[in-house]
């Protein structure tokens, strides 16, 4: 059974700094692709960073020198260190995997992040 955890989220002025977990079981972490999405209120779910299967790292332009995914494989633990947080960032974050070898996709239950002006 697939599982992913979110956590670290919460409420944090502007400026201020957020760290989020991802913490993956029932697949094989190192190399399924792995990134994190968020939902604001209204709008669609979008990409925020994602590693793909060969490693490479891709980052929304709206987060770019301010976020930064990385990941312990020993662990199977996914982290998105977010910085010089926005009001605009606030929003649902989640943890997605996938395409797994089986072509399957998996998502965490989210994680709220709130950023006060």
């Known amino acids: 059974q697939v599982q992913l955890v979110e956590s670290g989220g919460g409420l944090v002025q502007a400026g201020g700094s957020l760290r989020l977990s991802c913490a993956a079981s029932?697949?094989?972490?190192?190399?399924?692709?792995m990134g994190w999405y968020r939902q604001a209120p209204g709008k669609q779910r979008e990409l925020v960073a994602a590693f793909t299967r060969g490693g490479i790292t891709n980052y929304a332009d709206s987060v770019k020198g301010r976020f930064t995914i990385s990941k312990d494989n020993a662990k199977n633990t996914m982290f998105l260190q977010m910085n010089s947080l926005k009001p605009e960032d606030t929003a649902v974050y989640y943890c997605h995997a996938g395409p797994t070898v089986l072509q399957r996709d998996y998502w965490g239950q989210g994680t709220q992040v709130t950023v006060s002006s």
């Open positions: 029932g697949i094989v972490f190192s190399i399924t692709p």
